[in-house]
């Protein structure tokens, strides 16, 4: 990332609203039942949730959620509606990369893109258990994709 995109993105996050804290507190509580029964993680603490476009780098473009590790923070989609499974999944997903990096997974994992196989994994697995087979079928398919190590993904 540019130092320019860089700046850009933070300006953005700064200016993205944010949930209040402790809004999603319960939400929160019950993703991690799910995260704890489907990896080997800890639950994660109730993190910032910010709601923005995720415009201030290319990578970030295409994406419904995003997690920072330096600040642990989740920035999600403006349009996702979190009293949905759908918008739920995405929440979730984040937090498998909160749960991957707070043990270090990101430092053994072969490639980033494993960690995403494994976020995606988690992702479909609660898609389909809310009864929305079609979209866990395009989530397990998109991680399919993008969660090869190898070739970066070009999302």
Not at 5 to 31: D, F, I, K, N, S
């Amino acid at each position: 990332m540019t130092p320019l995109a860089a700046a850009l993105l933070a300006t953005a996050l700064l200016l993205a609203p944010a949930a209040r804290a402790g809004e999603h507190c319960a939400l929160v509580a019950g993703l991690n039942r799910v995260l704890t029964d489907s990896t080997a993680y800890a639950p994660v603490p109730c993190p910032e949730i910010g709601f923005s476009a995720l415009e201030g780098a290319a990578g970030l473009r295409s994406q419904a959620g995003a997690y920072f590790p330096e600040t642990g923070r989740i920035e999600l989609a403006p349009d996702l509606d979190l009293t949905t499974a759908y918008g739920q999944s995405f929440l979730l997903h984040e937090m498998v990369h909160a749960a991957q990096f707070a043990e270090g997974a990101d430092a053994r994992a072969p490639c980033p893109a494993a960690l995403e196989a494994e976020a995606y994994r988690v992702q479909a697995d609660f898609l389909h258990r809310s009864g929305l087979t079609r979209e866990a079928l395009l989530t397990r398919m998109l991680g399919d994709q993008l969660g090869t190590c190898g070739a970066g993904p070009d999302y």
